[in-house]
């Protein structure tokens, strides 16, 4: 695949705890995809994160980026770092600094950019997550969503070509979770490549375009979303199955042609769509 | 106590008129009040100061005045409190036997020039923290070439308080929801496990702080972006006059 922007080959890492985080992890990750990582909790999920942009280095087995294995001198993690954004899930861990404009320059400040680029960048990453009208406000007085998108505002404000997301939709209410996926749908639509650990299986089925499941440090399967997340094994694993592909799987069964060029729908709104446009058929015979 | 004089203090700075006055103006003011404090020729010139700063912060840049009582209520019975200390000498060599209290009548006129000193730094002191978020004042003091670890630590003490006193909050609600604090013994209990519960909790949280910097690309001092204020020669000037003829007048009043 020449698409291929990170691979995991072979990863093991242990903790000092002795804890085996990742035991012999493959997986791949494709430029410009929507790729969801999905596993029980204790998978290895944020530690395969914590490979990814260089902060942890495996045991075992070797990361590559661009088909080049990873260069861990100081000036390649310095690189690395700038091109793979990594937010994590909880904000207060995150954030640094009193006011949301600083602690959004903090990363390009680290970069060692002249102060103008960095004041450009914080006013465009800001704008991107729609918090420019909290530039100025103390990071303690946001809400828990907003404190969520100045992280993410962090991390664009260094410009990477791939954000790594760990777990954004928990703690976020409905309304909150809209807004964050515009603003990563916005990303995505911009060429970025974007990776989500969730554990909510319907929002993977119907936003990703890739999946990775991880299984006790392992790669239990990877591959397409829509396809992936339908299988039996994978679904024991996690312990669930989307609930779209449940509905519209059972509709097929009845004879409600409910596929679309072969494709299940995946989300309520194409569902729904598609149980219309059966019923306009029928009535029109 | 504590926690709501921080957010009192925080709302005050936040929202006073001169929120938006470089802090550069506000911090040389108020060095000018606190060498007005120590030139003070006597009691009376340092109370004038403390009078002058608290109107500056009342008046000028509008904090109320409950607001400013509230927050500076904590320090001004301090000060009260050390000042009797220093006046009042308990004596317990009387003749009956018994203690007794005692005024340090010769003291007293020092006395009162220290504590007069003390409330007009106080106010100064005020005065800044009042007008200028914590964030302008660490920017001013980097200016001013203050090391950066101690900027560092203090930026990071700052936010961390706002963490750390939600984390407390929550486990005093968790614990007090299972009755934990229903009596002395289960308070004492209670309060052990809140205190270990904590130093878990801030080892934890410097972890994930550590591991956030470098995902961001740190590798040593904390750098951020100043806020930038619009360069204001006037403004300054009014700050530098005014906190000179404050020094002067307290030099000069009897």
Redesign the interface.
């Known amino acids: 695949m020449t698409d291929v922007l990170l691979k995991l080959e072979q990863v093991s890492y242990r903790y000092p705890d002795g804890t085996n985080a990742l035991s012999g992890c493959s997986l791949v990750i494709r430029q410009g995809k929507r790729t969801v990582v999905l596993g029980a909790n204790g998978a290895g999920k944020t530690t395969m994160f914590l490979h990814l942009n260089g902060i942890l280095r495996p045991s075992a087995g070797q990361v590559f980026y661009g088909g080049v294995p990873l260069d861990y001198s100081r000036s390649g993690i310095r690189e690395l770092r700038s091109r793979i954004g990594l937010v994590f899930q909880n904000p207060d861990s995150q954030l640094f600094s009193a006011s949301v404009r600083e602690d959004v320059s903090f990363g390009p400040m680290n970069l060692g950019l002249e102060k103008r680029i960095v004041g450009e960048r914080v006013a465009a990453a800001l704008h991107a997550v729609r918090m420019t009208e909290c530039a100025d406000k103390p990071v303690h007085n946001l809400s828990y969503g907003q404190k969520k998108r100045v992280c993410i505002a962090g991390v664009l404000a260094m410009q990477p070509g791939l954000i790594v997301l760990d777990e954004p939709m928990s703690g976020l209410d409905a309304a909150m979770q809209r807004e964050l996926l515009a603003v990563l749908e916005r990303l995505h639509a911009d060429g970025m490549t974007v990776v989500i650990a969730t554990h909510d299986l319907d929002f993977a089925y119907e936003w990703a375009d890739d999946a990775i499941v991880l299984q006790k440090g392992k790669l239990l399967a990877q591959g397409t979303a829509a396809v992936l997340l339908q299988q039996t094994e994978v679904q024991a694993e996690l312990g669930a199955s989307p609930v779209i592909a449940d509905i519209a799987a059972s509709l097929a069964l009845t004879g409600m042609a409910v596929r679309d060029k072969g494709y299940l729908p995946r989300s309520r709104r194409e569902l729904l769509a598609a149980i219309s446009a059966f019923h306009r058929q029928e009535s029109d015979r | 106590m504590w926690q709501g004089n921080r957010v009192l203090t ?1 709302q005050s700075a ?1 929202s006073n008129r001169w929120r938006r006055v470089t802090p550069f103006a506000k911090g040389w003011f108020s060095l000018c009040g606190m060498v007005a404090a120590f030139a003070a020729a006597s009691p009376r010139s340092a109370l004038l100061v403390a009078l002058i700063l608290c109107a500056v912060t009342i008046l000028g840049a509008g904090v109320p005045p409950l607001r400013y009582l509230r927050v500076a209520a904590p320090a001004f019975l301090f000060l009260l409190a050390s000042g009797l200390s220093l006046a009042l000498s308990l004596d317990f060599g009387g003749t009956a036997g018994g203690a007794s209290l005692h005024l340090a009548t010769a003291e007293l006129p020092r006395l009162a020039q220290i504590c007069c000193r003390s409330l007009a730094c106080l106010t100064a002191l005020l005065f800044l923290t009042l007008t200028t ?3 302008d004042i ?1 920017s001013l003091m980097r200016r001013c070439r203050v090391p950066d670890t101690l900027l560092d630590l203090m ?2 003490c ?2 961390t308080l ?2 750390l006193s ?1 984390t407390v909050h929550d486990t005093i609600t968790a614990q007090s929801a299972r009755l934990g604090y229903a009596g002395l013994r289960l308070s004492l209990r209670s309060l052990g496990g809140l205190v270990a519960n904590l130093t878990v909790h801030v080892w934890q ?1 410097s972890q ?2 550590h ?9 040593g001092a ?6 930038v204020y619009p360069h204001s020669p006037r403004t300054i000037s009014i700050a530098a006059v005014a906190g000179c003829l404050m020094i002067a007048l307290s030099v000069k009043l009897p």
């Open positions: 925080e936040y978020p914590l964030a660490i930026t990071l700052y936010r706002f963490v939600e949280r994930a702080l591991l956030a910097a470098l995902a961001r690309n740190n590798d904390l750098s951020f972006l100043e806020t």
